[in-house]
T-cell receptor, first 111, second 116 residues
């Protein structure tokens, strides 16, 4: 059974810092991996999707990497801003099946 | 990205009544939709997977007679919470996925249900 782990569970950083969120998964037979952002009381916003054949994806200040063989992904946020404060969720999909989520990293960026 | 809407965004109902939540994919056809439940400060829990025109597949521990799911068209799925109890109060989120790679899942904004 696929399990997704995210560390740290919570992170607080001063504004302007670069930071890395980690995600690991137990079964490397994934089709894709998605990173989401969730603000309190809101739904999920898709940030980046990495297909299994890809090693990284970039969107603005965000960069996500994927090492399928080791079962790891990282989300790099450059020059963090208070508006980046949210919970970040990592999820993997074996293919035409539901996403399996980690428990998330709660990020606070302090002005 | 693709847009998924949910309605209502929040609802308050009395114990014993039923409430229906709608989930729509606005700019793509979703052969598969998912319903999740989220408790405060916890991650999403998958409740069921629905495929257009067929019965939903429920996760273990989810009562199918209590949480009725209908996926009658390629753009609409509904979740009906029947005979609601206070313990059904939660945040319900739907997700839709097109039937072609990379099978990206798009999420709705969620519905906050409070049962009094």
């Amino acid at each position: 059974k696929q399990e997704v782990t995210q560390i740290p569970a919570a992170l607080s950083v001063p504004e302007g810092e670069n930071l890395v969120l980690n995600c690991s998964f137990t079964d490397s037979a994934i089709y894709n991996l998605q990173w989401f952002r969730q603000d309190p009381g809101k739904g999920l916003t898709s940030l980046l999707l990495i297909q299994s054949s890809q090693r990284e994806q970039t969107s603005g200040r965000l960069n996500a990497s994927l090492d399928k063989s080791s079962g790891r992904s990282t989300l790099y946020i450059a020059a963090s801003q208070p508006g980046d404060s949210a919970t970040y969720l990592c999820a993997v999909s074996p293919g035409n099946t539901p996403l399996v989520f980690g428990k998330g990293t709660r990020l606070s960026v302090i002005a | 990205g693709a847009v998924v809407s949910q309605h209502p965004s929040w609802v308050i109902c009395k114990s014993g009544t039923s409430v229906k939540i709608e989930c729509r994919s606005l700019d793509f056809q979703a052969t598969t939709m998912f319903w999740y439940r989220q408790f405060p400060k916890q991650s999403l829990m998958l409740m069921a997977t629905s495929n257009e025109g067929s019965k939903a597949t429920y996760e273990q521990g989810v009562e199918k007679d209590k949480f009725l799911i209908n996926h009658a068209s390629l753009t609409l799925s509904t979740l009906t919470v029947t005979s609601a109890h206070p313990e059904d109060s939660s945040f319900y989120i739907c997700s839709a996925r097109p039937n072609y790679p990379p099978y990206e899942q798009y999420f709705g904004p969620g519905t906050r249900l409070t049962v009094t």
